[in-house]
């Protein structure tokens, strides 16, 4: 995670889907990004931290579904 970049670069493999658990910075964006990522994987993934969405989308979660 780049604080000044606002990015997330993902090393180590070209098989994303096989990816199941992220750390991300304690920032409302990057933990957003990171469960859309597996949203669009559709195979699912835990996202941590998961206390910056209260920030600015306190149900984000329960939308994303």
Do not use: C, W
């Not at 750390?23 to 931290?49: E, I």
């Amino acid at each position: 995670y780049s604080l000044n970049q606002s990015e997330l670069l993902i090393e180590g493999t070209n098989d994303l889907e096989h990816v199941k658990e992220l750390t991300v910075a304690d920032d409302h964006r990057m933990v957003m990004m990171a469960s859309l990522f597996f949203k669009m994987t559709k195979n699912g993934g835990d996202v941590r931290p998961k206390d910056p969405i209260n920030k600015s989308f306190a149900n984000f979660f329960e939308l994303l579904g």
